[in-house]
């Protein structure tokens, strides 16, 4: 045992220990794809493609929208999102600078500083939509107010609503493109959904319903256009009569005044024909104007449908070199449409919330959550707990009595009801103030257990040599007792992440955690406000959640088994 050891670490007799443990190892393994997935939740689950060739310019929409609010709405999906970028240097600082312990200990200090300034910076920025283009828009804006008043201005004259092409001369690329790719995507769906058309036609002819297709966002959009092609169409085909005689009276006055357009103009015009009209044939007058405005803004708005939609299938032969995310075409936070009885029919694959959000990009990304709340909520409570313990365990005597007894008076206090109490007065559901409460109310336990370990620690013969030789006490705590209370400290660290992840989830599905979050709690929420009927929404959530504490469990297991020497191979 002696020879084989004595070239390795301390670090690397416990990780070659915890090798020998496969269960531990599998699930170690397994901690590791989840948190992989939650980094990269975007490259698995997002509308945005990676990349993509559209009219023979190369797009890398997803890049572009990685770090834009208006996308991705939650601060902690930014701090992932940069995470994309800075995880695989963190990784290769770890272990290029292996051989160089203080270079690497400061490479990754210097890391997550530099991170942490850029999500402050990237979150509280002013949004910038990469499709948008402040000059266009204020030039449409511009040209509809000139319009309207030029309309005030001119009362006996008709302007043209905006076509479709004047709609598209206002339009960035990559709004054209964003158009085009949801064209494409709700049509994909439509397609992939097709095979469950029949069945949901035939309950829904059973349930006397008359819409018996299926409500997909391609089959809404078609049927909202439906509802305005009749509309216009009604009001064109119930004024065909009226409206030429309309257009020609009104054409007839339209000449005598045509000397007194001004469209340019602030003021008010009326020419001296309309102004020596009777007030009741002045009134007919401006009907017959109304009259031929409302069928022709029909005939544009018909016009602008048609158009419209040509122009989109005209698009989708220039979108090439198209690559998506690896399971989802949506984002969490995208409409996935449809009605909620669409579910009863469709693969669990396809599934939707309650609020029609897809459900599978809202488990992946629901990853960020509890991965946050379990290491930040415990950081937070390490950073309590640590130096409490240790002052109390190293000083002793009244310190040491009056720490012991603010410690039993806290944990008096039960983590999840204070957290109920505290969520419900201060009327936030903000996930943030989850981990907060989690870390304040969870720190006693670590305290506990450092104060142990130093008791223990301070009586051996190293700490009276650090005396002997003049350090001071700040020195010995943290120098060389801290150190050694670490390994054993370890083994409470994983318990208490499935603690504080439990707590956020069990908050959440109480109806007290984040709302329009993809926190697993939630969405168990709301899969119990649906039960029975839909307790397919339940089962998702909840098994991926008892996977994930399984697995921190054995891992936690595995490590307290590694680090007993009497375990030792």
Not at 82 to 111: E, G, N, V
Not at 257 to 276: G, N, W
Not at 463 to 477: L, P, Y
């Amino acid at each position: 045992m002696k020879k084989k050891t004595a070239h390795l670490t301390y670090w690397q007799i416990i990780w070659r220990q915890f090798r020998h443990h496969y269960l531990g190892l599998f699930a170690l393994y397994a901690i590791f794809l989840f948190a992989l997935a939650g980094i990269y939740a975007p490259f698995l689950a997002s509308s945005k493609p990676l990349i993509v060739q559209y009219d023979g310019v190369w797009y890398f929409p997803l890049f572009r929208y990685l770090f834009f609010t208006g996308f991705f709405t939650k601060g902690l999906d930014i701090f992932y999102n940069l995470l994309i970028f800075t995880f695989p240097l963190l990784f290769a600082a770890w272990f290029i600078l292996k051989s160089y312990p203080t270079r690497r200990f400061f490479a990754i200090c210097f890391l997550l500083i530099a991170h942490l300034f850029l999500f402050i910076y990237l979150f509280y920025r002013a949004p910038q939509d990469p499709a948008a283009n402040p000059a266009l828009n204020q030039a449409k804006q511009r040209d509809i107010q000139s319009q309207l008043q030029a309309e005030k201005n001119n009362p006996l004259f008709i302007f043209p609503s905006l076509t479709w092409e004047q709609e598209l001369s206002y339009m960035t690329p990559y709004a054209k493109l964003n158009l085009a790719l949801r064209y494409q995507q709700r049509k994909a769906q439509q397609e992939r959904l097709a095979p469950y058309a029949e069945a949901y036609a035939g309950n829904a002819k059973r349930k006397g319903k008359k819409e018996l297709s299926m409500p997909t966002l391609w089959q809404l959009d078609r049927n909202q256009e439906r509802q305005r092609i009749a509309s216009y169409k009604h009001i064109i085909d119930q004024h065909e009569d009226a409206y030429k005689q309309a257009k020609q009276t009104l054409a007839l006055y339209r000449e005598k005044c045509q000397k007194d357009l001004v469209p340019a103009s602030s003021k008010p015009i009326e020419c001296d024909v309309l102004q020596k009209l009777p007030q009741e044939d002045k009134t007919r007058l401006l009907q017959a104007r109304q009259l031929v405005k409302d069928v022709e803004s029909a005939q544009t708005h018909l016009a602008y449908i048609r158009d419209r939609q040509e122009w989109l299938e005209q698009q989708q032969s220039k979108l090439k070199y198209e690559i998506m995310p690896l399971l989802r075409p949506f984002h969490w936070e995208d409409d996935a449409g449809g009605e909620q009885d669409l579910n009863r029919y469709i693969s669990w694959w396809e599934l939707t919330r309650i609020n029609r959000k897809d459900m599978v990009a809202a488990l992946i990304f629901g990853i960020r959550v509890s991965l946050s709340v379990g290491l930040l909520a415990i950081g937070l409570a390490l950073l309590i707990g640590v130096p409490i313990g240790a002052m109390a365990g190293y000083y002793g005597g009244k310190i040491d009595i009056l720490t012991y007894r603010l410690i039993e008076i806290w944990e008096s206090m039960p983590t999840f009801f204070m957290l109920l109490m505290i969520v419900a007065f201060l009327q936030s559901k903000s996930i943030f103030l989850v981990i907060a409460i989690i870390g304040l109310f969870g720190w006693t336990g670590f305290s506990r257990f450092v104060r142990g370990e130093f008791f223990r620690q301070k009586q051996l013969p190293y700490v009276e040599a650090c005396k002997a030789q003049g350090f001071n006490d700040r020195f010995i705590m943290f120098s060389h007792l801290l150190p050694n209370a670490i390994p054993p400290l370890l083994t409470l660290v994983p318990f208490a992440i499935m603690g504080a992840i439990t707590s956020e989830a069990g908050l959440s599905f109480l109806g007290l955690g984040e709302e329009g979050s993809s926190s697993w709690g939630v969405l168990m929420d709301e899969g119990r406000s649906a039960f029975p009927s839909e307790s397919y929404l339940l089962w998702p959530p909840a098994i991926l959640l008892t996977l994930l504490l399984v697995s921190i469990a054995l891992v936690g297991d595995t490590l307290r088994d590694a680090l007993d020497p009497k375990l030792r191979h």
